[in-house]
């Protein structure tokens, strides 16, 4: 059974940190990612990585964030550091199976979605 299931998220002050993570079950994904969502706005590429750990990061929030992965636990983490307020969204986990040439930050292209953990960053 496909299962995406993140946790890790809350509240936090500018400048703070959060750690993200999915636990996932059914398959072993080839490309997994993190996006994020506001009310009323589109689904965000946070960062992305794939099986051999080639990663790309959305550009607002590269240096500030870190992707990693656990092939052998099937976990899929994100380390958010100097926390911006604009940082506030719903964060999903999303998964793929097949083969791409490097990681997407594109949410139409993954299969698979968590439920979603919630991050509020206060000024």
């Known amino acids: 059974q496909v299962q995406l299931v993140e946790s890790g998220g809350g509240s936090v002050q500018a400048g703070g940190s959060l750690r993200l993570s999915c636990a996932a079950s059914?398959?072993?994904?080839?490309?997994m990612g993190w996006f994020r969502q506001t009310p009323g706005k589109e689904r965000e590429g946070v960062a992305a990585?794939?099986?051999?750990?080639?990663?790309r990061y959305g550009d607002s929030v590269n240096g500030r964030f870190t992707i990693s992965r656990d092939n052998a636990k099937n976990a899929l983490y994100l380390q958010m550091s100097s926390l911006k307020p604009e940082d506030t969204a719903m964060y999903y986990c999303?998964?793929?199976?097949?083969?791409?040439?490097?990681?997407?930050?594109?949410?139409?292209?993954?299969?698979?979605w968590g439920q979603g953990t919630q991050v509020t960053v206060s000024s």
């Open positions: 059914g398959y072993t994904y080839s490309h």
């Open positions: 990585i794939s099986s051999d750990r080639s990663i």
């Open positions: 999303a998964a793929f199976r097949g083969w791409r040439a490097r990681p997407s930050l594109v949410a139409s292209e993954y299969s698979y």
